[in-house]
């Protein structure tokens, strides 16, 4: 079975004016970084994989995942995973019912996130507030918090634009070590030179 | 599912107006079956205009509506220019945002304790002036209707302040000043040269809201308001409940002269508009300065009078409650009693209890309706434009006496659901002019995020959205229960004067002058509106309490 992202012949228009036009396959456990400037689609991009897109756009071309058409399915059927600049943690649950939130059904939960919030050195968070982490701590759970659920693709925003330099670099790293840890295709825009070396993979620039 | 909500949420706006409307039209024009009227006449004009109060009662809501709109307006004008931003204005806020929960009625009665010849004012100047006797003068219910602009002033004056402050932080206020008072400007005359007219720009549908209701409000200008004659629409409202139902046809023809006033007010106000906007610019053009001591002295203590009548009337309203045998000039009774709330304690819980599950029936279905649309939209990225917030502000345009009598002819058997059905007409746009900003303002982002790790559209309205949205849709519950308390056209025309709450009670009270009664019933009214506030502050943080990021919204 081909587990990459595919996007084939996927252009954006924004009110009749071309926007972006990618084609492009993700291997698993691969990264690909889109580069550009402000207002270039980057994040239309992602809303379009993602299944959001908003109207004021049109896009033609399809997403590809696992060797099926997900174009026409609902964000929360195509599981893909998006992590942003801010870890978006939901304010109102604990850091396990974080966790908790897209694990799929199964026995052992409660020992599964015990395990993921040690892998990721948070032993005993669980009932932590999320608003009383530490920035490097949050985007760790929110990382963590997206793996639980068994993506099939990972997005990613801009992710580490707002962690500060000595914590970027190790995001960076469990970032991606996990994603090809856990053989996902992982898609990136970011406009951080940094980030697409430490990606290691081929990068696309827009715009 | 959800895509037809905002089309059915505007016909439930709109359908009620326009047939109220309609159907006053039409017996004022001589048909109107169920009272033995067929055929078209304009008798019901003749009689309406043979009544010898008319064209003062006219002129009297004009000049009421009218006064009372451009001294809220004047009074926000020289507060949030003299003081936006300092600390006593902060104070005033804290005062002034829990005032628009107090319904009108409950308002009015405290004030009109307040200023009467044997009200507090009176009994604090006795020993200065050496009265002995309440003094004579006619202060409530003066024929000038003083005491009525007063009394909408300071009602309307916290509603138009918060609905600025909402404007506000995207006028970016601060820099603008400081940029105004860079270029030499005063405090005042740069606020009001440099922002000033974006906050009116944003409020300018409030404002008229504020004038219709001036115009054409029945429960303040009862009590408040001059009797010989009184204002047009409560002699509408007289002719409405008149035993004799021929009166009904009057009653129209007078509903249709006042909403012609208010038409004429709104084109009046219009032009005004543009008049004023004409003056601003030439003084913006020449570089005028303010007298800037004089009218921030002038703001602050005005609207620190505005804030005491409504507070220290509502004090009266509780000490009267209470109150024992009470002298003239003693500023206290000589005993506290409770025999006041013993003898109508138990009938005023018991309407209370009809009045909140009116206001709370009322409010679920708003909320349903509200939380319905503004989702819609944020699932097929619908954008409401202006012509969508027109209709939201329609019920609140169209002055209720113009449509209330006819919807009651057209449609609705008095009960319990009809009121219920008439009040959600107006707690319908002030539940969602509440909740839309904040919901609006929810990061787009959580969504994707919970959609990307497998939440369908439904999990994530049910357990992220609305929990991290608790506080906001609890004070648009909150608000929507206050405007459902506070309604007394609505509840007397569509409930026939079968379904009490304690607003038509109150009013009811207000003409015979048994003040402990008023004060318990008002108190009451005044409880029942306050009550759903204090619950939608304590229960976010009750339920957050260990939530540090839900603090602020």
């Known amino acids: 079975m081909d587990d990459a992202l595919d996007l084939r012949d996927v252009r954006i228009t924004a009110k009749g004016v071309p926007l972006l036009s990618v084609s492009t396959r993700i291997a698993p456990g691969h990264v690909i970084t889109l580069m550009g400037p402000s207002g270039a689609g980057k994040s239309t991009l992602l809303d379009f994989v993602m299944g959001g897109l908003s109207p004021a756009f049109r896009a033609s071309g399809s997403v590809w995942l696992g060797g099926q058409d997900v174009t026409g399915l609902p964000p929360e059927k195509r599981r893909i995973g998006i992590l942003y600049q801010d870890p978006l943690l939901f304010p109102h649950l604990s850091v396990a019912q974080n966790l908790a939130f897209g694990l799929p059904r199964g026995p052992d939960r409660r020992a599964r996130i015990d395990a993921a919030l040690a892998e990721i050195g948070l032993d005993g968070f669980g009932p932590r507030d999320p608003a009383t982490l530490s920035g490097g701590q949050a985007a760790r759970v929110a990382l963590m918090r997206t793996l639980l659920s068994g993506p099939r693709a990972l997005l990613l925003d801009e992710p580490f634009s707002k962690l500060d330099a000595a914590l970027r670099d190790q995001m960076r790293r469990l970032v991606f070590d996990r994603a090809r840890a856990a053989g996902v295709p992982v898609l990136m825009v970011t406009h951080d030179a940094a980030d697409a070396e430490a990606a290691g993979g081929q990068v696309i620039r827009l715009g | ?553």
């Open chain 2, 1 to 553: 599912m959800l895509r037809p909500l905002p089309l059915l949420t505007a016909a439930l706006l709109a359908l009620p107006v326009l047939a109220g409307v309609i159907g006053t039209l039409l017996p004022a024009l001589g048909h109107a079956p169920a009272i033995g009227l067929d055929g078209w006449s304009l008798a019901p004009f003749r009689d309406a205009l043979a009544w010898p109060g008319l064209t003062e009662a006219a002129l009297l809501s004009l000049w009421t509506g009218l006064a009372a709109t451009l001294g809220t307006l004047a009074l926000l004008a020289l507060i949030l220019g003299g003081w936006h931003g300092t600390r006593a204005f902060t104070a005033l806020e804290r005062i002034l945002s829990p005032l628009l929960a107090m319904p009108h009625t409950a308002a009015a009665l405290g004030i009109a304790f307040l200023i009467a010849p044997s009200g507090w004012i009176a009994r604090a100047l006795a020993p200065i002036l050496g009265l002995s006797r309440p003094p004579d003068l006619l202060i409530v219910q003066d024929g000038l209707g003083l005491s009525l602009i007063a009394g909408l002033i300071a009602k309307e004056l916290p509603f138009l302040l918060l609905m600025s402050l909402a404007a506000l932080p995207q006028l970016r206020p601060n820099a603008r000043l400081k940029t105004a008072r860079s270029l030499g400007q005063g405090r005042m005359a740069g606020w009001l040269k440099a922002i000033f007219p974006g906050v009116y720009r944003q409020i300018r549908l409030p404002v008229l809201v504020v004038l219709v209701y001036g115009m054409t409000n029945v429960d303040v200008a009862v009590i408040l308001g001059p009797n010989t004659p009184s204002t047009l629409s409560v002699q509408v409202t007289r002719w409405m409940v008149d035993p004799d139902l021929a009166m009904r046809a009057t009653a129209a023809a007078g509903a249709v002269i006042q909403l012609a006033l208010v038409l004429a007010a709104m084109v009046f106000w219009v032009a005004l508009e543009r008049g004023a906007g004409r003056v601003h610019r030439f003084w913006v053009w020449c570089n005028h300065g303010l007298p800037e001591r004089p009218l921030r002295l002038a703001g602050i203590v005005l609207a620190t009078i505005a804030a005491g009548l409504v507070l220290f009337g509502l004090a009266s309203l509780a000490v009267w409650s209470v109150a024992g045998p009470w002298r003239f000039p003693d500023l206290a009774p000589e005993f506290l009693t409770l025999r006041s709330w013993m003898r109508h304690g138990p009938e005023m819980a018991q309407v209370a209890a009809i009045t909140l599950l009116i206001a709370g029936l009322s409010t679920l279905i708003a909320l349903a309706l509200t939380i319905g649309c503004l989702e819609a939209e944020h699932r097929h990225g619908m954008t409401p434009g202006s012509r969508a917030l027109w209709l939201l502000y329609l019920p609140l345009l169209i002055p209720q006496i113009a449509f209330l009598p006819g919807l009651q002819s057209l449609l609705l058997k008095p009960s319990l659901v009809s009121v219920t059905a008439a009040h959600l007409v107006f707690v319908l746009p002030y539940v969602f002019l509440s909740l839309g900003d904040p919901w609006r303002a929810w990061d787009p982002r959580y969504a994707r995020v919970a959609a990307g790790i497998g939440a369908g559209r439904a999990r994530v309205l049910w357990q992220v959205r609305l929990p991290m949205l608790l506080a906001p849709v609890l004070t648009a519950a909150a608000v929507g229960m206050a405007v459902s308390v506070g309604q007394y056209l609505p509840t007397l025309l569509i409930g026939g004067g079968r379904v009490p709450t304690l607003t038509t009670e109150a009013v009811a009270l207000a003409a015979g002058g048994d003040r402990r009664a008023i004060g318990v019933w008002g108190l009451g009214q005044a409880g029942a509106a306050f009550a759903p506030f204090a619950l939608a502050l304590i229960l976010p943080a009750l339920v957050w309490r260990n939530r540090k990021g839900m603090r602020n919204g």
